[in-house]
């Protein structure tokens, strides 16, 4: 039995041994696409990073519109030391490596979609000339320190105004967006991301920095219907900004019953109960309501 069981013991190994050698591990390699993007494709994951632009003599990439794609093809040719691509082989583009556009000067940067990007490196988009709104990928989950630097153009019109961050972002590091001159902060989704914070008094404590040109009171933060306390409660984000807008300003029933009243009237800004459209509503927030109804 013991010799049985070695037998099967060794035949094993050297199962393992050919399936190790029939599968080895293809080396990535770098790709540069048509629009003079470079990328990093791993032939082990289908999977394709952005990365700072390969030219020689060349510290940041200059276009007229930068595009992300959602995939890169690769045409039949070497790809690792162990063999040849039989054919296209297509990638899929999940990240913006440390530092791939920083500098980047651009009248629009975009991300195609469906876009599997979910991690934006360090200072990816540091930066970057870019005029008007600037909307970060959909599938975004992770934005890391420095990543977004909103920064002043030249001119008076080259800078980024609006910065939406998608419904699919789950974490912000510290000092993740650094802010300069902008307008309008849009959240798509109605749970906050995840905010990394630090201490008081050792340097950027938020995911946030703001520079001279920018206060915060200019920055409008706008967000679905109905997260309004949870951006507002939210530490690192409630806490920074001061100008929430949306949906808050708005009645925000918690309970309703059936009455009948139809005068029209404005609640105070203590009223809690109100009528409103025949009905009892009971409202969260001190702001004031212009309703069809009347004060309780």
Known sequence: MRTFGKVILFQLILLCAAATEAEPQLQPFVQKDASGLYFRCDPNTMTASLLPTQEKNAKKYRMENIVVPATITVEQGTISTGGTSQGEMVFTVTELEDNALKGATAYSITFAEPSSIVTLGERALYDVWVSGTLTLPSSLKLIK???????????????????????????????????????????????????????????????????EACTLPDVKVTYPEGAYEAYNDCFGIGDYFNSFEGPQDTETPTAVEQ?????????????RKVLHGGRVVIIRGTRSYNLFGQGL
Not at 259 to 271: F, G, I, K, L, P
């Open 259 to 271: 009455t009948h009243v139809s005068d029209e009237q404005t609640s105070s800004v203590s009223a």
């Open 145 to 211: 320190k420095e990543a977004v630097y909103v920064v002043v153009g030249k001119e008076t019109a080259d800078y980024i105004s609006k910065l939406v961050l998608p419904a699919s972002l789950d974490s912000l590091c510290v000092s993740a967006i650094v802010l300069d001159r902008l307008q309008e902060l849009c959240f798509m989704g109605t749970t906050p991301p995840r905010c990394e914070v630090l201490r008081e008094g050792i340097g950027a404590y938020n995911p946030w920095t703001d520079v």
